[in-house]
């Protein structure tokens, strides 16, 4: 094959350190930045995490590394937790860091349609990463009215006693929104217009589905929150009273518009983490992906049905009762196209032939999790049962099992199946194992405690339980979350060795070594700039594995099918 | 199973509320452990056992198809009966308001709450009611019809004995109501994110017999000229 | 070819999908998602009004006058666009600067008339602080605002690259999407003025 070096390569040659590093509009390198900085966040995410739970388990005590706690910074350290996991790690994480990396290299193209934005959506999350950690800083703390910033709370300083802080965390928030709101344009145009030659959208990997899937959802649904954040700030800073029932606001307008978009958030994130897995999988399991276009179908009705079920969230709320049942049946509906793709992808393992990878591991792990996260969800979606459980800690471990399987399973289970691709090397996968099943455990271990806390009819957002006689035999169960929380953190030193150690001093990997069909492991690893040497030309989708009768049980999308007949014929 | 774990019912709609709760462990647990058992058994038979390959199947043809679109199918029905049965349970607590002569006004506010009788001459809103902190002395068997307002931000009064729950907006005058059916002390905690108070934003609900609570009632409200007692 | 594989199908297939322009489709995404955002105020003001009875007292200190005037203003301006565009699909770079530069006055214009209507309201004592109704007033037209100014800069940016030796066809699409978000503005406006002005 004859590889013309383009005129494109030699200018990368000549761009300085800064250009090719620091400001790159290589999706590749902003791939990585985007994953860097959601790591950076993550500590503090992490951090804060920790923090609670000590809390929670040993109230009497002062937090080790941190120090005693009080109700009021134990509200702001909450609020930081949810904002920072939902908009500074797993988003950047499963969006900006995989779907840059991946989506022009799976489409077949040589980098996203629009690389200089793509470089300022990353720096803009950047600018934003660091106003909230400025937040932190201000004189009165943080926000301090959870991650949902309900109003009066969040209007008025005086209910928190916050000012700057929250301001600040408006400030943040608008600014991941711009972020993402660049790269989500820069996503769906790449997906549709940049395909290379044979590429059908029927050909498009799951992955990048997924992506484009929660790239136009979340572009359709952060406008009203945009209004809402505006409104908010002008109330704090100009005296409006868009919110302020004294002057004849009205407090549910904002959980409105905030839950318009916060449903469709989490199929934000969760959709590129199933992605993920289903990319995973048919690799490991020598199998096709069981259902392609149902499951195509599936996440479409799942982005269109994410934008009519948000009150669900507000079911006493203090809305209308009438619109309970309606919100309930949507709500109910939106699992229907969700257990399809999950029977889907069990039928994936069905007589397939399985290498329990670490990658592999974590992608069942979060399948896995996300089952147990998601059949929960209908405690909540019914209307009658929410009254029970609306608010309490079965509202928090049902999230985090979903929310965290997609972004930390699935994020793995990308981390350890792509590295080879985004360093050249390979990951230890023994230690990657360890890894999985230290966190599998003491994940597990956190949160079905937390189930039954909230069965238990334990309040969210509480400093701690003593107040209540009721609540105080669930102590134990807080203590136990913790011990795994402890190890939970302790189980990620293989993995931060494993990751370091292997960059610089891995073995060197050839560039398909899972024998994966989809276009970037037709290349060298690392990766060029442009990617694709010769413009590729697609003949198939990406799961065709183990087809009768050829002499190798995977077949590349981009083998032509004269190569593929000789293959056979050799048979 | 799950009885172990939530704090025992006591109110007239609660047992609606359980029974829902209750349907959907058991359709949601079956289908939990179908989809974790299916995943598990094919993860560990379809292990890689050289040379035994991959069967290829890509799930397209109708007959492949329909073990994906049936279950579903299933899961779809099951959850619209989980919906009829929701619906009912919601619409006795959230709907359907009995009427009843005791009316309490709910007060919330950072951090505790306050509960408002008709004094003596038996109307809410007039100069006579009395106004006591954080105890509610309701009697037994009686449908107490309540109004949740809020002084200040957006509170949610739950009462997890009585599987109530609704959320108290400033602006609003929302209504709630209870009906015990056991003398006893239920806490009422607070819900909704409020400031640094709400870990400790408790009240309770003392349920009593008509005689305690007749007692109860010419003691504290009916015979003073106060507009805001203690409770003793 | 072996039994079950996908067939080939043949070259070059095309989606019509990707015979829009790239940077098209990316202008069409970024307003869609614009839309929402106007439409969230807007939805918010419309169910206040139901919620309230409608803003009646405080809505006769508007002066429908001036916003009438800035809609003929802001429709004109459209329509100058319209002709910049019309100018560089034919080529004629001197027509082009001439309507980019009378679209960027009107544009000025506009806002100069919302900034004395602003001045006219701050002494009659109306703020945003003064009620619901001053609240979506000033937020809703002050975003807008903002966002012709945005349209300002990028209108000029576009009469810069008309000065410039651009070739024709860059010059077209730029000034075809500087024109949607342009028509845009001028769309939301057609929706704000009759709810703000009118009722």
Known sequence: MNIAIKPHEHEQHQLGFVRRYIFSTDHKVIGKQYMALSALMAIIGGFSAYIIRWQLAWPESSVPGWGPIGPDQYNAIVTMHGTVMVFFVAMPFLLGGFGNFLIPLMVGADDMAFPRLNAMSFWTQCVASLVLIASMFAPEGPAAAGWTAYVPLSDNPIYTGVYLGQDLWILASALEFASFLMGGVNFVTTALNLRASGMTLMRLPLFVWMEITAAVVFLLSVGPLIAAAIMLLLDRRLGTSFFRPDKGGDPLLWEHLFWFFGHPEVYVVALPGVGIMLEVMPVFARKPIFGYKMIVYSTIAAGLLSFIVWAHHMFVSGMDPRLATPFSITTIMISVPFAIIVFAMIATLWRSSIRFSAAMLFALGGLASFILGGVTGIFLGSQASDIYMHGTYFVVAHFHYTMFPVTFFGGFAGLYFWFPKMFGRAMNELWGKVHFWLSFLFFNGIFIPLFLVGIGGSPRRIYELSSYDMLKPLQPLHVIATVCALGLFAAQIPFIVNLFYSMVRGKVAEKNPWHANTLEWTLDSPLHHPNFPVPPRVYRDPYEYSVPNLSEDWLPQDQPPSLVEAATAAR | ?232 | ?199
Request: proline share 4%; with cysteine; hydrophobic share 45%.
């Open chain 2, 1 to 232: 199973m799950l009885s172990g774990w939530m704090p025992p019912n006591v109110s007239t709609f609660g047992g609606q509320i359980d029974s829902v709760v209750y349907l959907i462990l058991y359709i949601v647990g079956f289908f939990f452990l179908l989809a974790e058992g299916l995943l598990i058994y094919f993860s560990i038979s379809s292990r890689r056992r050289a040379p035994r390959q991959a069967h290829y199947n890509r799930g397209e043809r109708p007959r492949e198809a329909v073990w994906i679109l049936v279950p579903a199918l299933v899961v779809l029905g099951l959850d619209l009966g989980i919906d009829s049965a929701g619906h009912h349970a919601w619409e006795l607590e959230k709907s359907i308001r009995p009427p009843s002569t005791i009316e309490i006004k709910v007060t919330a506010k950072q951090f505790n709450w306050e509960f408002t009788y008709a004094g003596p001459d038996g109307k809410l809103g007039t100069p006579d009611d009395v106004t006591v902190e954080n105890d509610l002395h309701v009697p037994v068997g009686q449908v107490i019809r309540l109004s949740l307002n809020s002084e200040d931000v957006i509170h949610s009064m739950w009462v997890p004995n009585f599987r109530l729950k609704q959320d108290v907006v400033p602006g609003r005058a929302i209504p709630a109501w209870f009906e015990a059916t056991k003398p006893g002390t239920y806490e009422i905690a607070c819900s909704e994110l409020c400031g640094f108070g709400h870990y400790s934003m408790r009240g309770s609900i003392i349920v009593q017999t008509a005689d305690q609570h007749a007692k109860w009632m010419n003691d504290n409200v009916l015979h003073a000229a106060n507009t805001s007692a203690s409770a003793k």
């Open chain 3, 1 to 199: 070819m072996a039994a079950g594989a996908q067939s080939v199908s043949a070259i070059a297939e095309t989606d019509h999908l990707r015979e829009i322009p790239a940077g098209k489709m990316a202008v069409w995404i970024f307003l869609a998602s614009e839309i929402l955002v106007f439409g969230g105020l807007i939805t918010g003001f419309v169910l206040y009004q139901f919620a309230h009875g409608g803003f009646a007292a405080d809505a006769a200190h508007v002066k429908w006058r001036f916003g009438a005037f800035n809609t003929l203003v802001l429709v004109t301006s459209s329509m100058t666009m319209i002709m910049a565009l019309a100018s560089a699909r034919a080529d004629d770079r001197r027509r082009v600067r001439t309507y980019l530069f009378l679209t960027i006055l009107l544009g000025c214009l506009f806002l100069g008339v919302k900034g004395f209507e602003y001045r006219g309201e701050f002494r009659e004592g109306f703020y945003p602080s003064s009620g619901m109704f001053w609240s979506f007033y000033f937020g809703m037209t002050g975003l807008h605002a903002m966002h012709m100014m945005g349209g300002i800069v990028i209108n000029l940016m576009l009469l810069i690259a008309a000065t410039r030796n651009v070739s024709s066809e860059f010059l077209q699409r730029r000034i075809e999407y500087g024109g949607l978000y342009w028509h845009f503005v001028d769309v939301v406006w057609i929706f704000l003025f009759p709810l703000l002005y009118l009722t």
